[in-house]
C-alpha cells in the first residue's frame, strides 16, 4: 500500500495553496487508518517468552488482562492461537543460567551456584570467614563447608583470677579471696575484688597503749612493755592509773571483767556495774567479719569464700582469715556452657570440655554439626558429585544428589538358575548360595547341589 502519493513537491519546500495542503493531509489520515484496520485483521505472533513466564498483564493501550499473544480476543496463551482454555507454564523457582541468578544461601560455608540450570549450594572453595557460634573459638574460617576456629586464650595475668571460657559469652575472669603474699610476715595480702591488697597494715597493734608494737621482719611480732606511764584502765572506779609491766594498772576497787562487750562501772557504794553493749569487737576468730556486740557477747558472720566455681573447695584459713582454694577430692560434674558437649568433669579448678555430641545421621551425603547453644543437630546437603557409599561396597559410581547417595548396585549374576547371588555391603564380594534341591530349572530339569540337572 502506498501511503504517501510520489509527488516532488511533498518533499520540497514549494508553497502549496491551502486547498492542497488540506487535501494531502487528509489523504495520508486516511492510509494510516486502512493500515492500522489491515494490521489488526493478521494473527500476530506473540513473543516467545522464557520457560516458566507468563505473558499476562502486557501493558500499554491494549487494555486489561491479556496475554501478549492475545490480539484477537478469547483466553490463550503465548503459544496458543486456537484453544480457550488458558495455559501458564511455571518455571522453577530456582532456575539459572549462571552462578549470578542463584539467591545468595543462608547457609554459612556454602555458595550458590548453577548445576545445569538448577540452584544448588556447595561448600566455598575461598577462604572465608563464618561464625561457629562458640566465643570460646577466634579467627573462624570456612573448612570443607565447616565453620572452623582456634581456641581463644583467655588469661590476664592476675593470681588473684580463676580465668575460664564460657562458649556462649566468651573469657571469664572470676574474682578469688585467697592469700596472694606471704613472704613479708609484717604484712597481710589478700586478694580482694580481683586485686592484690593489705588486708592488715598493722598486725601486730594488740589495742595495748602500755607496749610498744612493732614487727621485725624476721621475728615477726615484738611488743616492749611501758612502765610508770600514765594510762587508762576503763575502771570508773580507780584512779592514778599507770602502766606497769605492759598492764594499765590503777588504784582503788576494779570493776573491769574484761569483757569488751560491758560497759564496766561502780556506784559510789564501790558496787560494780557491767552492762551489756551492742560496740564493734573482735571475737578472735579471723574467719568471721562483722563482729559485734550482742547480750555481752562478741560474735561475727562466717566469712564467706566461695568463689561460685564448682571445681574449687573454698575454706578460711582460722590463722590468718584468708580463703583458700582447693580441688575437689573426687571427679566433680560441671557445665562447660557448650550444649553440644556432655559429661563435663573438673580438673586443675577449670571446668573441662565433655564429650562432643554425634551428630552423624549415617548418610554420607550430608554435613553434619551441632549447634554449641542449643545441643540440635543440623544436617546439610552435601554438595551434588560428591563421591559417597563407602559404607556400602555394593554401590558402583555412587554420587551424593540432593542429599542422596545414588549409584548402580554391583552385578553378582553367575548365570547359573540354581545358586541365589548376593553382593556383600561391606567387603563388596559377590558370594552364591545354592537353590533348594529340586527347585525347577528348565523344562524337565531341577537344581540339585547348586547345578541345573
Same mark, same amino acid.
Given at each position: 500500500?502506498?501511503?504517501?502519493?510520489?509527488?516532488?513537491?511533498?518533499?520540497?519546500?514549494?508553497?502549496?495553496?491551502?486547498?492542497?495542503?488540506?487535501?494531502?493531509?487528509?489523504?495520508?489520515?486516511?492510509?494510516?487508518?486502512?493500515?492500522?484496520?489491515?494490521?489488526?485483521? *493478521?494473527?500476530?505472533?506473540?513473543?516467545?517468552?522464557?520457560? =516458566?513466564?507468563?505473558?499476562?498483564?502486557?501493558?500499554?493501550?491494549?487494555?486489561?488482562?491479556?496475554?501478549?499473544?492475545?490480539?484477537?480476543?478469547?483466553?490463550?496463551?503465548?503459544?496458543?492461537?486456537?484453544?480457550?482454555?488458558?495455559?501458564?507454564?511455571?518455571?522453577?523457582? *530456582?532456575?539459572?543460567?549462571?552462578?549470578?541468578?542463584?539467591?545468595?544461601?543462608?547457609?554459612?560455608?556454602?555458595?550458590?551456584?548453577?548445576?545445569?540450570?538448577?540452584?544448588?549450594?556447595?561448600?566455598?572453595?575461598?577462604?572465608?570467614? &563464618?561464625?561457629?557460634? %562458640?566465643?570460646?573459638?577466634?579467627?573462624?574460617?570456612?573448612?570443607? =563447608?565447616?565453620?572452623?576456629?582456634?581456641? !581463644?586464650?583467655?588469661?590476664?595475668? %592476675?593470681?588473684?583470677?580463676?580465668?575460664?571460657?564460657?562458649?556462649?559469652?566468651?573469657?571469664?575472669? +572470676?574474682?578469688?579471696?585467697?592469700?596472694?603474699?606471704?613472704?613479708?610476715?609484717?604484712?597481710?595480702?589478700?586478694?580482694?575484688?580481683? !586485686?592484690?591488697?593489705?588486708?592488715?597494715?598493722?598486725?601486730?597493734?594488740?589495742?595495748?597503749?602500755?607496749?610498744?608494737?612493732?614487727?621485725?621482719?624476721?621475728?615477726?611480732?615484738?611488743?616492749?612493755?611501758?612502765?610508770?606511764?600514765?594510762?587508762?584502765?576503763?575502771?570508773?572506779?580507780?584512779?592514778?592509773?599507770?602502766?606497769?609491766?605492759?598492764?594499765?594498772?590503777? !588504784?582503788?576497787?576494779?570493776?573491769?571483767?574484761? +569483757?569488751?562487750?560491758?560497759?564496766?562501772?561502780?556506784?559510789?557504794?564501790?558496787?560494780?556495774?557491767?552492762?551489756?553493749?551492742?560496740?564493734?569487737?573482735?571475737?578472735?576468730?579471723?574467719?568471721?567479719?562483722?563482729?559485734?556486740?550482742? %547480750?555481752?557477747?562478741?560474735?561475727?558472720?562466717?566469712?564467706?569464700?566461695?568463689?561460685?566455681?564448682?571445681?574449687?573447695?573454698?575454706?578460711?584459713?582460722?590463722?590468718?582469715?584468708?580463703?583458700? *582454694?582447693?580441688?575437689?577430692?573426687?571427679?566433680?560434674?560441671?557445665?562447660?556452657?557448650?550444649?553440644?558437649?556432655?559429661?563435663?568433669?573438673?580438673?586443675?579448678? $577449670?571446668?573441662?570440655?565433655?564429650?562432643? !555430641?554425634?551428630?552423624?545421621?549415617? +548418610?554420607?551425603?550430608? $554435613?553434619?554439626? &551441632?549447634?554449641?547453644?542449643?545441643?540440635? &543437630?543440623?544436617?546439610?546437603?552435601?554438595?551434588? =558429585?560428591?563421591?559417597?557409599?563407602?559404607?556400602?561396597?555394593?554401590? *558402583?559410581?555412587?554420587?551424593?544428589?540432593?542429599?542422596?547417595?545414588?549409584?548402580?548396585?554391583?552385578?553378582?549374576?553367575?548365570?547359573?538358575?540354581?545358586?541365589?547371588?548376593?553382593?556383600?555391603?561391606?567387603? =563388596?564380594?559377590?558370594?552364591?548360595?545354592?537353590?533348594?534341591?529340586?527347585?525347577?530349572?528348565?523344562?524337565?530339569?531341577?537344581?540339585?547341589?547348586?547345578?541345573?540337572?
Amino acid at each position: 500500500m502506498k501511503i504517501f502519493p510520489s509527488r516532488p513537491w511533498i518533499l520540497n519546500a514549494d508553497p502549496l495553496p491551502q486547498q492542497r495542503r488540506s487535501a494531502f493531509w487528509l489523504y495520508n489520515t486516511l492510509a494510516l487508518s486502512l493500515l492500522a484496520l489491515s494490521l489488526g485483521s *493478521v494473527g500476530c505472533s506473540a513473543p516467545t517468552l522464557p520457560e =516458566g513466564n507468563t505473558a499476562a498483564d502486557g501493558g500499554g493501550d491494549g487494555g486489561a488482562d491479556q496475554t501478549t499473544a492475545d490480539q484477537s480476543g478469547g483466553d490463550q496463551t503465548a503459544g496458543d492461537q486456537t484453544g480457550s482454555d488458558t495455559k501458564v507454564d511455571t518455571a522453577p523457582a *530456582v532456575a539459572c543460567k549462571v552462578d549470578t541468578d542463584c539467591p545468595a544461601t543462608k547457609v554459612q560455608c556454602y555458595a550458590a551456584f548453577c548445576d545445569v540450570g538448577t540452584c544448588d549450594i556447595k561448600p566455598v572453595t575461598v577462604t572465608q570467614t &563464618c561464625n561457629d557460634g %562458640n566465643a570460646c573459638t577466634e579467627a573462624d574460617t570456612c573448612s570443607k =563447608g565447616k565453620c572452623v576456629g582456634t581456641a !581463644k586464650t583467655c588469661n590476664d595475668d %592476675n593470681p588473684c583470677t580463676i580465668d575460664l571460657c564460657a562458649p556462649a559469652s566468651g573469657c571469664v575472669f +572470676n574474682n578469688l579471696d585467697k592469700p596472694c603474699q606471704t613472704d613479708d610476715i609484717c604484712t597481710l595480702h589478700a586478694c580482694q575484688a580481683g !586485686k592484690c591488697a593489705v588486708v592488715n597494715p598493722s598486725p601486730c597493734d594488740d589495742n595495748n597503749t602500755c607496749t610498744v608494737d612493732s614487727c621485725d621482719p624476721k621475728l615477726g611480732c615484738q611488743y616492749k612493755s611501758l612502765t610508770a606511764v600514765a594510762c587508762d584502765d576503763g575502771d570508773s572506779c580507780t584512779k592514778g592509773d599507770v602502766c606497769k609491766f605492759g598492764q594499765c594498772v590503777g !588504784k582503788g576497787k576494779s570493776c573491769n571483767d574484761d +569483757n569488751p562487750c560491758t560497759d564496766d562501772g561502780c556506784d559510789a557504794a564501790g558496787t560494780c556495774a557491767n552492762v551489756p553493749n551492742s560496740k564493734a569487737c573482735s571475737d578472735g576468730k579471723p574467719c568471721t567479719q562483722a563482729d559485734a556486740c550482742a %547480750n555481752g557477747t562478741c560474735s561475727g558472720k562466717p566469712k564467706n569464700c566461695e568463689d561460685g566455681s564448682p571445681c574449687t573447695i573454698n575454706t578460711c584459713d582460722p590463722l590468718t582469715g584468708a580463703c583458700n *582454694v582447693g580441688l575437689p577430692s573426687t571427679p566433680t560434674p560441671c557445665d562447660d556452657g557448650n550444649a553440644c558437649t556432655t559429661g563435663e568433669t573438673c580438673a586443675s579448678f $577449670v571446668c573441662q570440655p565433655g564429650v562432643a !555430641k554425634t551428630c552423624d545421621d549415617g +548418610n554420607d551425603c550430608t $554435613v553434619d554439626a &551441632c549447634v554449641p547453644a542449643t545441643g540440635e &543437630c543440623a544436617h546439610q546437603p552435601a554438595a551434588d =558429585g560428591d563421591a559417597c557409599g563407602a559404607s556400602n561396597l555394593c554401590l *558402583v559410581d555412587a554420587k551424593c544428589e540432593l542429599g542422596q547417595c545414588i549409584g548402580s548396585t554391583k552385578s553378582c549374576d553367575d548365570n547359573n538358575p540354581c545358586t541365589t547371588d548376593l553382593c556383600d555391603p561391606g567387603t =563388596g564380594l559377590c558370594t552364591q548360595a545354592n537353590a533348594v534341591d529340586g527347585t525347577v530349572c528348565g523344562e524337565n530339569l531341577t537344581c540339585q547341589s547348586g547345578v541345573c540337572l
